[in-house]
């Protein structure tokens, strides 16, 4: 994913395609739950970025 299109979708300038979802949940499997439904799951390890970042 390019920087470009990473900084406009945080910025709210579009909506996030399957294909941006599945590049992030890749890089970042520890927030692929919450990534697709908005929900964490501690226990099974798939947490938030603030979750992560508080604990």
């Not at 294909?19 to 890089?27: F, G, H, S, V």
Request: proline letters at 7%.
């Amino acid at each position: 994913m390019k920087y470009t299109r990473l900084r406009n979708l945080m910025s709210g300038q579009g909506q996030p395609r399957l294909e941006d979802i599945t590049a992030l949940a890749t890089a970042y499997p520890e927030y692929a739950y919450w990534l697709v439904y908005g929900e964490e799951l501690p226990e099974s390890g798939q947490v938030s970025p603030l979750s992560k970042h508080t604990n």
